[in-house]
Nanobody
Framework: QVQLVESGGGLVQPGGSLRLSCAAS????????MGWYRQAPGTQRELVAS???????NYADSVKGRFTIYRDNVKNTVYLQMNSLKPEDTAVYYC????????????????WGQGTQVTVSS
């Protein structure tokens, strides 16, 4: 069993910063890609940023230059540093990790965090 526990969300003013954290624990042999998604009311969930096990990153156009995704492979944790926040960044943010659970089983599964609310408002 794997759990992804998110933290760091909250209320921030436009132009402010937040750092989201997502720590994976449980039956983990290897963690492959990790990412952050978000969903605002009335919208579909969208990819914000992703990072491979080797550290290659991708970002949504809307957050390029403002957000940074990085990971600590020792702590099994992925972070999203969010700077210059805008009201349109308001959403529930979810982390995802693709995880191989056992060394003897090559299959991997996607796991999702519980979501953390980010509200950008003055």
């Amino acid at each position: 069993q794997v759990q992804l526990v998110e933290s760091g969300g909250g209320l921030v003013q436009p132009g402010g910063s937040l750092r989201l954290s997502c720590a994976a624990s449980g039956s983990i042999f290897s963690i492959y890609a990790m990412g952050w998604y978000r969903q605002a009311p009335g919208t579909q969930r969208e990819l914000v940023a992703s990072i491979t096990s080797g550290g290659s990153t991708n970002y949504a156009d809307s957050v390029k230059g403002r957000f940074t995704i990085y990971r600590d492979n020792v702590k099994n944790t992925v972070y999203l540093q969010m700077n210059s926040l805008k009201p349109e960044d308001t959403a529930v943010y979810y982390c995802k990790a693709n995880i191989q659970n056992y060394y003897y089983d090559v299959r991997s599964l996607d796991y999702w965090g519980q979501g953390t609310q980010v509200t950008v408002s003055s």
